[in-house]
């Protein structure tokens, strides 16, 4: 368990140093069985201890002294719905969020790279934060793909391991500030 919390924190920290979120935006989450770790409640991922790391069962019963980010819903019915998934990332990079304001339906795929890890980047419309419409629409969207765009919100991307997950979600903003530089060309 300490080696997971550990990751959490290394790509927590490498998620916010690299511009994915900011603040106390984002969450990532790992599971283990029928138990998640994910970041705690208004903790900041550039300085995220193992203290910060709340543990919550699928059914979403807190095993923690620390309450898990208002996000774990969305986590939790990713992992219900995928049950191969073991890795959840979800962040606020800023074209991603730029993209989801202004595109419906799916992001522009236009690297390989991005073809052959992504396929597809379908935007989820808007639903509010740490709401379960907005992870219940999150799960459906992720049902076939391994990303998605939350419209004004950021984006979610899923793996087997957290470094997977994390490098799709680096993927994601990528391709949407390649689209936002090549926007008049679609």
Same mark, same amino acid.
């Given at each position: 368990?300490?080696?997971?919390?550990?990751?959490?924190?290394?790509?927590?920290?490498?998620? @916010?140093?690299?511009?994915?979120?900011?603040?106390?935006?984002?969450?990532?989450?790992?599971?283990?069985?029928? !138990?998640?770790?994910?970041?705690?409640?208004?903790?900041?991922?550039?300085?995220?201890?193992?203290?910060?790391?709340?543990?919550?069962?699928?059914?979403?019963?807190?095993?923690?002294?620390?309450?898990?980010?208002?996000?774990?819903?969305?986590?939790?019915?990713?992992?219900?719905?995928?049950? %191969?998934?073991?890795?959840?990332? @979800?962040? @606020?990079?800023?074209?991603?969020?730029?993209?989801?304001?202004?595109?419906?339906? %799916?992001?522009?795929?236009?690297?390989?790279?991005? &073809?052959?890890?992504?396929?597809?980047?379908?935007?989820?419309?808007? &639903?509010?934060?740490?709401?379960?419409? !907005?992870?219940?629409?999150?799960?459906?969207?992720?049902? *076939?793909?391994?990303?998605?765009?939350?419209?004004? @919100?950021?984006?979610?991307?899923?793996?087997?391991?957290?470094? %997977?997950?994390?490098?799709?979600? *680096?993927?994601? %903003? *990528?391709?949407?500030?390649?689209?936002?530089?090549?926007?008049?060309?679609?």
């Amino acid at each position: 368990m300490r080696c997971l919390k550990l990751q959490l924190i290394k790509y927590s920290r490498k998620a @916010h140093e690299r511009g994915l979120t900011a603040a106390f935006g984002g969450n990532l989450s790992v599971r283990v069985g029928n !138990l998640v770790l994910i970041k705690s409640t208004g903790s900041v991922m550039d300085d995220m201890t193992a203290g910060q790391i709340a543990s919550v069962t699928l059914d979403g019963k807190v095993l923690s002294p620390v309450r898990p980010s208002s996000e774990y819903r969305l986590h939790l019915e990713v992992y219900r719905k995928r049950p %191969e998934v073991r890795a959840v990332v @979800h962040l @606020h990079p800023p074209y991603a969020i730029a993209a989801s304001s202004v595109l419906k339906g %799916e992001l522009p795929i236009i690297t390989p790279e991005a &073809e052959i890890y992504l396929r597809r980047i379908p935007v989820i419309p808007f &639903e509010p934060a740490g709401s379960i419409e !907005l992870a219940k629409s999150v799960a459906e969207g992720l049902s *076939e793909v391994d990303a998605v765009l939350m419209e004004r @919100h950021g984006i979610v991307t899923v793996g087997r391991t957290l470094r %997977e997950a994390f490098y799709k979600a *680096e993927l994601v %903003e *990528e391709s949407s500030k390649l689209w936002y530089l090549t926007r008049n060309s679609f």
